[in-house]
Each structure stands twice: as structure tokens, then as C-alpha cells.
């Protein structure tokens, strides 16, 4: 008697677990806390640890992310804090991965539409350049927010040491070719569109002394057919964009910060192209990002899965290029003495 009343509680016992488990694991939550793996930053870091992880359903990984949820798996992350309670900031962090050379930006690619009312992504050109670059590092750090460069490889070799700012203050750097020619011009071949986007994502790496993010930018959005099937090929994803300051042409930076806005407003969201190489943009920024916060925009930070892996011929190419103007490498005093002063 003893025994069959023991079998009859183990059973319920086991029946309550089972339908226990099955309500979790169908509930709407289970599915939630899957998308947030995704896009979120600190669990982003979960993610990878759940499918290192060898077990094997989607409610179990869910299990492993519910559970621990405030220790990062990989190296410490800089979690600086931000000085200014008014900041714009950086509302979601997204990792791209570049397999296959994805489009972003709804000028010229419709698909991955990513972002969602008033999310925007900032974007920079045609940098680094001394005063202007800088200037907008400190408006960036200055609102705690976070955006994409397309540096272009000639100013890289300029001024690597304000590329190397950029990448130290936790900005995506990709690359906008290595003299900013029009890809899609006639007399470009295909050959030397090629050599264009590697050398300018080796002149990259070279001034940052680390590989640059795989996302790149077409001069003047002139995107040749061949150079875009060549970067899908090299896993490199392609930005448009969706709102084009057009800085360049404006006149001052009330212009800009208008423009941006008023363009803003009629797309809800979108990533902006602007110029870390203007004067003008340099001296808007401030203006523009408070602009942002105060109309309810927020600014998606957007980070490569993993790092482009240069070309070794280019790479060599360029150091070789870059040695070139040196006739020597003697010490001045080697060469130059005083004989009678
Ligand atoms: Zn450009």
C-alpha cells in the first residue's frame, strides 16, 4: 500500500515537472530572450558561450543565457562610464556578419532593414584629418555614442596616429578605397578596383596596427557592378546610406544640422553619411547630436562579427610604397657634420 501510494505521488510529481517544463519552453518569453541574444550587447557575449555550448535545443541555450545573465564569458569589455546624464549614448548594439557582402543603407539596398523608428547609425568619411577628426571624436565622446568611419587610405597614411584615436575610442573603421576614385568610372578596369579597395584596407591596417572592420563605402556611392561582386566575394559589406547630409556643399553648420533633420524626419530613421574630413561638419556635430536626442532618435552602434583578413601582397606593397621616398636610413649625424662653424 505503501508502495503504490509512493508510485502514485512520484508520478504526479514527475507529470507536474514535464508540464512545468513544456509551459516554459513554449511560453512567448522563451522566443524573446532568443532575439535579445542577438542584438543586445551583454548578451550578445552569452550568446557566443550558449552555442559554444555542445547542448543541443534552442529552450536548453535559452536556459544557459536566462541563467547568467550579468558575467561576460569573453575578455573584460571597457564599460567607461558616461560623465553626461544628457548624452545621445548608444541605444543597441548590432554585430554584422559580412559573409556574402551584405548592403546597408535604403539608397541602394532595400533588403536588411534593420532598424526600427528613429534608430539611426552615424557614419563618417574621407578621414582621418587633423583638426576636424578630432574635433568630432570629442562630440562623439563627448555624447557617449558611437559610430562607423570610412577612412580613406591615402589620409590613413597621412595621419595614422588620429586613425589610431578613432579605433581607441571604440568606433567600427572600415575603409573608402586608397585615393577615393570612382569605382564605377569607365576608365576604371577591374583589376585596378580591386587594387583600390585592398589598398586602402591595407593602408588601414597599417596605420592602426590591427586589421580593420570588413565594412566599406564607395566614393561618391558610385557602385560598379564588378567591385561590388568582388567585395561580396572578400565577405566585405557595403554602406550606402539612407540620409545624405550632403556637408560638403553646405555652406556652414546651421545648414547641416538642418538638413540632416529635416531629411530625418521624413525617413524616421536611417544611417546618416557625414564627412569626419569637413570643417563645417566638425563644427555641427555638437548641435546635430543634441538635435538627435531631443527629436527621440537613437543611435545603433554597428560592429563587424569578425575582422577583415587583408591581402599580404598589398600589405607588402604599401610599406614597400611608403619606403620609398627615404634614401636611406643613417642617422642625420651620420650624414651631416659641421666641419667649421
Ligand atoms: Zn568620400
Redesign the pocket.
Known amino acids: 500500500m505503501r508502495n503504490a501510494l509512493g508510485l502514485m505521488l512520484a508520478s504526479v510529481g514527475a507529470a507536474v515537472v514535464i508540464a512545468a517544463v513544456w509551459i516554459w519552453a513554449s511560453s512567448p518569453s522563451a522566443d524573446l530572450a532568443v532575439a535579445a541574444t542577438v542584438s543586445a550587447p551583454p548578451t550578445g557575449r552569452l550568446a557566443a558561450t550558449a552555442s559554444a555550448n555542445p547542448i543541443p535545443t534552442t529552450s536548453e541555450e535559452v536556459g544557459v543565457t536566462a541563467t547568467i545573465p550579468a558575467q561576460p564569458a569573453g575578455p573584460p569589455q571597457p564599460t567607461a562610464a558616461c560623465a553626461n546624464p544628457e548624452a545621445l549614448g548608444v541605444s543597441r548594439v548590432v554585430e554584422i556578419d559580412t559573409t556574402g557582402g551584405p548592403g546597408f543603407g535604403f539608397a541602394h539596398f532595400k533588403q536588411l532593414d534593420f532598424l526600427t523608428d528613429k534608430e539611426i547609425v552615424l557614419t563618417f ?2 578621414g582621418p584629418w587633423p583638426v576636424n577628426t578630432p574635433s568630432v571624436l570629442k562630440t562623439l565622446a563627448d555624447e557617449c555614442t558611437k559610430a562607423v568611419f ?1 577612412p ?1 587610405g591615402k589620409h590613413a597614411s597621412y595621419r595614422p596616429e588620429i586613425l589610431k584615436q578613432v579605433a581607441a575610442a571604440g568606433h567600427s573603421v572600415g575603409a ?2 586608397w585615393s ?1 576614385a570612382n569605382l564605377n568610372s569607365k576608365k576604371m578596369n577591374e583589376q585596378q578596383a580591386r587594387d583600390e579597395i585592398e589598398k586602402g584596407f591595407s593602408a588601414v591596417k597599417l596605420a592602426l596596427g590591427a586589421a580593420p572592420s570588413p565594412f566599406f ?1 564607395f ?2 556611392l558610385q557602385h560598379g557592378p564588378a567591385a561590388m561582386a568582388y567585395l561580396g566575394s572578400r565577405n566585405v559589406a557595403i554602406f550606402s546610406c539612407d540620409v545624405d547630409s550632403f556637408d ?1 556643399k553646405a555652406k556652414d553648420a546651421t545648414q547641416i544640422v538642418n538638413s540632416v533633420m529635416a531629411k530625418l524626419e521624413k525617413s524616421g530613421k536611417g544611417i546618416i553619411l557625414m ?1 569626419d ?1 569637413q570643417k563645417h561638419t566638425a563644427e555641427a556635430l555638437p548641435a546635430l547630436l543634441r538635435r538627435l536626442k531631443a527629436g527621440g532618435y537613437k543611435v545603433v552602434q554597428m560592429k563587424a562579427k569578425a575582422p577583415l583578413q587583408t591581402l599580404a601582397e598589398y600589405d607588402e606593397g604599401l610599406v614597400k610604397d611608403m619606403k620609398l621616398p627615404a634614401v636611406g636610413t643613417r642617422p642625420v649625424g651620420s650624414v651631416v657634420q659641421t666641419v667649421t662653424k
Do not use: S, V
Open positions: 568619411d574621407d570610412f580613406i573608402h578605397t577615393h563605402r566614393p561618391q560638403f564627412h574630413f
